[in-house]
């Protein structure tokens, strides 16, 4: 969630807007320093800090500052165990914020900020009772006192080859998580007239070119309507270092893709490392939107863990088209 955009618009849309951030974890706590929320004067919120009875209480004080007016921010030293009877056990300062019209002109630049696709640091200072926020600066300031927040998110980059009803499913399963989609087809009329801000669909003139151009971070899946076409871009794929390498495909059409791909000189353990049929392992739904979230569920393994385990192996179901 981009905290900052989502923050000025609901104190642009409803006038005002509180921030909801875990400030300090000790123990176990169902989430981490960072997790945040964003709360409108009607109780609509956006992000979690873990659900429960915890976010519910900070939920009733965020509403309870939000009636009082834009005033200090405020600190809650939570015990999750005894006063909530949250199985957690551990202890949480929560940080609460609220913000109206007033602050727009420093929410700007955070928003900007955010708006890059990058991850950026905070110094942070309470003044006044509110919380004051500057970029970090690279050099350092030893007259600061205060704490640092992180924010912003890296996206994962993913290349998709395909618009067809799995490529549609996939991109739909992706768009509220942390990837950007370059969606790629070499037909005119084959994408949706509306796509996710995460995703951008490009008409495809040169695959080959497409692989070669890619982030060496990428992941790469291929499900075009044309198996000549995924032949081609799967081996390019191949012969670069790609994290994730996924081929929509039956066992036979693995086994014939092999075969072409020794002959190209792909070393085996390469050949080996395709991902053919994409999916979690045993689940065999050839449903779109169940093949897109299986998928969805691997490629947050690869993102999490940098590559998939060396011990998996491709399920044995078919998800060819």
Same mark, same amino acid.
């Given at each position: 969630?981009?905290?900052?955009?989502?923050?000025?618009? *609901?104190?642009? +849309?409803?006038?005002?807007?509180?921030?909801?951030? @875990?400030?300090?974890?000790?123990?176990?706590?169902?989430?981490?320093?960072?997790?945040?929320? @964003?709360? +409108?004067?009607?109780?609509?919120?956006?992000?979690?800090?873990?659900?429960?009875?915890?976010? *519910?209480?900070?939920?009733?004080?965020?509403?309870?500052?939000?009636?009082?007016?834009?005033?200090?921010?405020?600190?809650?030293?939570?015990?999750?165990?005894?006063?909530?009877?949250?199985?957690?056990?551990?202890?949480?300062?929560?940080?609460?914020?609220?913000?109206?019209?007033?602050?727009?002109?420093?929410?700007?630049?955070?928003?900007?900020?955010?708006?890059?696709?990058?991850?950026?640091?905070?110094?942070?200072?309470?003044?006044?009772?509110?919380?004051?926020?500057?970029?970090?600066?690279?050099?350092?300031d030893d007259r600061?006192?205060?704490?640092?927040?992180?924010?912003?998110?890296?996206?994962?980059?993913? =290349?998709?080859?395909?618009?067809?009803? @799995?490529?549609?499913?996939?991109?739909?399963?992706?768009?509220?998580?942390?990837?950007?989609?370059?969606?790629?087809?070499?037909?005119?009329?084959? *994408?949706?007239?509306?796509?996710?801000?995460?995703?951008?669909? @490009?008409?495809?003139?040169?695959?080959?070119?497409?692989?070669?151009?890619?982030?060496?971070?990428?992941?790469?899946?291929?499900?075009?309507?044309?198996?000549? =076409?995924?032949?081609?871009?799967?081996?390019?794929?191949?012969?670069?270092?790609?994290?994730?390498?996924?081929?929509?495909?039956?066992?036979?059409?693995?086994?014939? *893709?092999?075969?072409?791909? +020794?002959?190209?000189?792909?070393?085996?353990?390469?050949?080996?490392? =395709?991902?053919?049929?994409?999916?979690?392992?045993?689940?065999?739904?050839?449903?779109?939107?169940?093949?897109?979230?299986?998928?969805?569920?691997?490629?947050?393994?690869?993102?999490?863990h940098g590559r998939?385990?060396?011990?998996?192996?491709?399920?044995?179901?078919?998800?060819?088209?």
């Open positions: 969630m981009r905290v900052w955009r989502q923050l000025a618009d *609901f104190v642009q +849309r409803h006038g005002a807007a509180a921030l909801i951030s @875990v400030h300090d974890v000790k123990g176990s706590a169902p989430r981490e320093i960072g997790a945040r929320m @964003v709360v +409108r004067p009607d109780g609509a919120f956006h992000g979690t800090i873990g659900g429960g009875q915890l976010e *519910f209480r900070m939920l009733d004080i965020a509403r309870e500052m939000l009636g009082a007016g834009r005033g200090p921010a405020r600190i809650v030293d939570q015990a999750l165990g005894p006063d909530l009877g949250q199985c957690c056990g551990g202890r949480v300062k929560i940080l609460i914020e609220t913000f109206d019209s007033r602050d727009m002109v420093d929410l700007t630049p955070l928003v900007k900020a955010e708006a890059e696709g990058r991850l950026f640091e905070l110094e942070c200072r309470m003044e006044d009772g509110r919380v004051r926020r500057d970029f970090a600066s690279a050099v350092g600061w006192t205060g704490w640092r927040e992180t924010h912003g998110e890296v996206r994962t980059p993913v =290349l998709l080859f395909g618009a067809g009803h @799995v490529g549609r499913a996939l991109v739909l399963s992706l768009a509220p998580l942390p990837f950007a989609v370059r969606w790629l087809d070499d037909r005119d009329d084959a *994408f949706p007239a509306h796509l996710p801000p995460n995703a951008k669909a @490009v008409r495809m003139w040169d695959p080959e070119a497409e692989i070669a151009e890619a982030k060496s971070d990428s992941l790469i899946l291929v499900m075009t309507h044309d198996h000549p =076409l995924d032949m081609a871009i799967t081996a390019a794929a191949l012969k670069r270092d790609f994290p994730y390498v996924g081929l929509i495909g039956s066992a036979t059409k693995r086994a014939r *893709f092999e075969k072409r791909f +020794r002959e190209l000189g792909i070393p085996e353990a390469t050949i080996r490392s =395709l991902v053919c049929p994409i999916g979690l392992p045993g689940i065999g739904d050839k449903d779109p939107a169940i093949i897109a979230a299986s998928v969805t569920a691997q490629l947050l393994q690869v993102r999490e998939l385990s060396q011990n998996f192996s491709p399920p044995a179901a078919s998800n060819d088209t």
